[in-house]
């Protein structure tokens, strides 16, 4: 199972929301510095959002460049990418994986065209509320069931997600297995958790499920548990 630490990018600086709000902001620094400090912890897998581009006013691509160029680090981007032109630039700046979210359900020709460019290089991000998909950096919710574009997702070709329990993120209360549990029984998608992770009891349950990586944030930040216990699971 592969650890992925959140970097989540706010006006060029490193940050946490509380359930998505944007109003309810936990600075931790500046994101080069925080990446490097995973990077000395042994980390060599991140996954960084743009919250500026989710919300398409602006972005924080500098930023992103800056950790790219620092740490030679797996590194998956989502947050406001929405046009073939967007996944181009990132992959030509060493991202290893694009997260698309929005664009998934709102241009679903356009999320098979770039799929069916980069097989390899596309994950998508499933965020959910009450079992439903939210989109517009998580300030809408669709009517969109999520196990169900989950499965329209592995037939158009996509071979991973990250899926967000947006009522867990944030909140250090534990992840919603039981949606991860559903999903990994009626699809054969790559699955990586986000969402909830308190202790590190949550990683141990959610490697015994089946996920194939987790998202840690919140909770590795406010220690309680560290990057070293992390990559142990």
């Given at each position: ?5 959140a970097i989540d990018i706010l006006d060029g600086q490193a940050v946490r929301l509380l ?162 549990k559903k999903i990994l029984k009626e699809t054969s998608i790559e699955v990586i958790a ?5 202790v590190l009891e949550d990683l141990i349950q959610l490697k015994e499920i089946g996920v ?22």
């Amino acid at each position: 199972m592969i650890i992925y630490p959140a970097i989540d990018i706010l006006d060029g600086q490193a940050v946490r929301l509380l359930k998505g709000d944007y109003n309810e902001v936990t600075v931790y620094g500046k994101p080069k510095d925080l990446s490097k400090k995973l990077m000395n912890g042994g980390c060599r897998n991140l996954h960084i959002v743009d919250l500026n581009g989710a919300r398409q006013a602006g972005d924080n691509r500098i930023s992103i460049y800056d950790i790219l160029t620092e740490s030679p680090t797996f590194v998956q981007v989502g947050g406001g990418i929405r046009t073939l032109s967007q996944v181009v630039q990132y992959l030509e700046i060493g991202v290893s994986q694009i997260i698309i979210g929005t664009m998934a359900i709102k241009e679903p020709d356009l999320l098979q065209e770039i799929v069916n460019l980069y097989p390899e290089n596309i994950t998508v991000g499933v965020d959910a509320k009450n079992g439903f998909v939210a989109v517009e950096g998580w300030e809408e919710v669709s009517s969109v069931d999520a196990v169900s574009w989950i499965k329209q997702l592995e037939s158009k070709g996509v071979k991973r997600i990250v899926y967000t329990d947006i009522s867990k993120d944030g909140t250090l209360t534990g992840p919603n297995f039981e949606m991860y549990k559903k999903i990994l029984k009626e699809t054969s998608i790559e699955v990586i958790a986000s969402g909830g992770i308190s202790v590190l009891e949550d990683l141990i349950q959610l490697k015994e499920i089946g996920v194939h990586g987790v998202v840690v944030g919140k909770a590795l930040y406010e220690n309680r548990f560290t990057l070293e216990e992390a990559l142990s699971c």
